[in-house]
């Protein structure tokens, strides 16, 4: 992860952040945009790249990003995830290398093993001819040296559904019909070449023209700031910045769970088996790569972002909603015309800072006395999160969960071998949590700090909430007049 990168990340984030202070002030336009790339590339002389002009075409494409357009080799695409192709250019095109570790041996059974002539002999080594290797590996497990590697590019090592490709010239593709939007590409190329949509400058846009804006944070949130930064705390930061309000998303998760728990009793009785529907890179998985198991297994209840922004939806029907978290994929999820209501905006706790350092505005410590989740609620963002508050609503509906077999997927992989079970019916559970993330949301890809760090802070502030259960909480919320249905009908 490239998270404290600084050259990479810092460079994105003051851009994010330049490109929202012009939002502000309402001088979004040609000239002042130019100004900007003239500005944070100043020359003569490159910091980065080969030249100052490459350096600059490279953030006029990040500033599209920030102002959620398409790059230039994305024209007409529909994918948050995208390319910034004046950056993807610096990794090497041949999959399989030849090391120091070469002895030129006479024997050369490399040579002997490839069958396309993509191997000669150099002076202090063997070479291979990127332009003539099939990449078949045949020579790698031929030299008894071991000096022929295998590099696989950081971001196609990265994507767990092998939706990334390279072109002849070696930059590289997305398959948005495989791509899941998890965002591990990004943040896994060191030549941050590849980016997502912001969406900060509608955000400011809705903000500065009078809209009641409610931000919905994340479960997530939670720690990522440090143990003295609360709900409490961002949510005055928010406010402060110009949203009318804010709610934490944790909330919603008692409302998942509640609602997917008499699914799961439901489906128990009948024998069949399901999978979440919280995580949406897991939504995206299914819907991609196993669609008949996302027709026939998943779950029909909403994510708790959705359950959040249709339940302020229904309190103030003309507001803007705008959920804050660790996640790329939710700005798909935002997105799909499918689900009514699930959020107008999404931005991740990045974005977030870079926001707040636009408007000048600080995250402070203060006395929490902010909670609407309860404990199992704010615990959604963990691995195991979401099975345990749906049993505990099986529980203190008066449920027996003893013999319930739960399987629980943190991580690309994991997802993938439980759905490939499930497609040829052998599954050993009856219920699937999957989260594309290793250790759940809190080891999403958008975390600020790192993972074993949010999880201290988050302990240390899961002390000052109360015990409140699931089912008791939601006697306060008005379930009955929005819909906990994925395609938005009143059960």
């Known amino acids: 992860m490239l998270q404290n990168d600084k050259g990479i990340v810092g460079l994105k984030h003051r851009i994010m952040e330049d490109v929202a202070r012009l939002a502000w002030e309402d001088k979004l336009d040609v000239d002042n ?60 095109i041949a999959a399989y290398t030849v090391t120091d570790n070469c002895r030129l041996c006479l024997g050369k059974p490399c040579m002997s093993a490839c069958k396309f002539g993509a191997i000669s002999q150099g002076e202090i080594r063997t070479h291979i001819d990127a332009t003539k290797c099939k990449e ?73 023209e009078g809209k009641e804006v409610y931000a919905m944070c994340a479960p997530a949130a939670e720690g990522q700031f440090g143990e003295d930064i609360s709900m409490k705390s961002i949510k005055n930061a928010l406010i402060e910045i110009g949203f009318k309000d804010m709610v934490e998303v944790g909330l919603g998760g008692d409302m998942t769970a509640a609602y997917e728990a008499a699914e799961w009793t439901e489906a128990y009785k009948e024998g069949k088996k399901m999978t979440t529907s919280c995580c949406p890179a897991f939504i995206n998985m299914l819907k991609k790569h196993f669609p008949e198991q996302y027709k026939e297994n998943m779950s029909s209840t909403v994510s708790p972002m959705c359950a959040v922004s249709r339940y302020l939806k229904y309190l103030h029907p003309d507001c803007i909603t705008v959920f804050v978290g660790p996640c790329i994929a939710k ?43 309860s404990i199992f609620g704010k615990k959604f963002a ?33 997802c993938k071998k439980a759905l490939t079970l499930l497609k040829v019916g052998k599954l050993p559970a009856d219920f699937i949590e999957g989260m594309i993330c290793v250790g759940g949301c809190v080891g999403g890809p958008s975390n600020t700090v790192a993972t074993n760090d949010i999880i201290k802070s988050r302990e240390k502030l899961f002390k000052d909430a109360d015990e409140r259960k699931i089912l008791a909480n939601l006697e306060n919320y008005p379930m009955d007049k929005f819909s906990m249905h994925r395609d938005g009908h009143m059960d």
């Open 33 to 92: 945009l130019d100004k900007l790339v003239e500005e944070i590339i100043p020359g003569p002389r490159p910091e980065y790249r080969c030249c100052v002009y490459k350096e600059r075409e490279i953030v006029r494409q990040r500033i599209r990003l920030a102002m959620a357009k398409n790059t230039k080799a994305n024209k007409g695409s529909t994918n948050e995830v995208q390319v910034i192709k004046p950056a993807c250019d610096e990794c090497s």
């Open 136 to 208: 078949c590996g045949l020579c790698a497990k031929a030299c008894p040296f071991g000096a022929i590697v295998h590099l696989v590019r950081p971001c196609k090592r990265a994507c767990p559904v092998d939706a990334i490709s390279f072109d002849e010239h070696g930059f590289c593709h997305i398959d948005e019909e495989k791509c899941i939007n998890c965002g591990h590409c990004i943040h896994n190329c060191p030549f941050g070449a590849i980016g997502s949509k912001t969406y900060l400058t509608q955000i400011i846009a809705a903000i500065k």
């Open 382 to 414: 963990g691995s195991g999160g979401v099975a345990a508050a749906v049993i505990e609503c099986m529980q203190e509906r008066g449920e027996d969960t003893s013999e319930i077999k739960l399987q629980q997927c943190a991580g690309g992989i994991e």
């Open 331 to 373: 700005k798909t999820e935002a997105k799909d015309e499918n689900v009514p209501d699930n959020a107008d905006y999404v931005i991740t706790f990045g974005e977030l800072l870079s926001l707040f350092k636009s408007a000048e505005v600080e995250l402070k410590p203060v006395e929490n006395d902010y909670q609407e989740a």
